[in-house]
């Protein structure tokens, strides 16, 4: 075995970054998935159509985790008052309806 080749395997491995867009197309893909909170589906729609046609969606997913913006944060909800049941006088009987459609089998 040559010295340059063991002296190559020792080396660690580190692949070249492989990126489908460039560093300025990046920033644009990070800026419309925090301004909009796009999901990833729908910011793969926008990338495609008006940026890169060859983007992925695990390309994208890639992306977004790498830059940190790959979870979208709770949206914040209000918390809503508990509603409790009417009071009715004793002797109440509340009964709920739900006509079923004939199903196809079966006879009239």
Do not use: C
Not at 83 to 92: L, M, N, R, T
């Amino acid at each position: 075995m040559a010295p340059s080749q063991h002296s190559r395997r020792l080396q660690p491995y580190a692949p070249p970054p492989q990126t489908t867009l460039n560093a300025g197309q990046e920033e644009i893909v990070v800026y419309l998935r925090r301004q909009f909170s796009l999901s990833l589906d729908d910011l793969q729609v926008v990338v495609r159509e008006f940026i890169a046609p060859a983007m992925t969606r695990s390309a994208l997913d890639r992306l977004l985790r790498r830059r940190r913006v790959n979870r979208q944060p709770e949206p914040e909800v209000a918390p809503t008052a508990v509603k409790s049941f009417h009071a009715y006088e004793p002797g109440y009987v509340h009964i709920n309806v739900k006509y079923l459609p004939q199903m196809h089998d079966e006879d009239a």
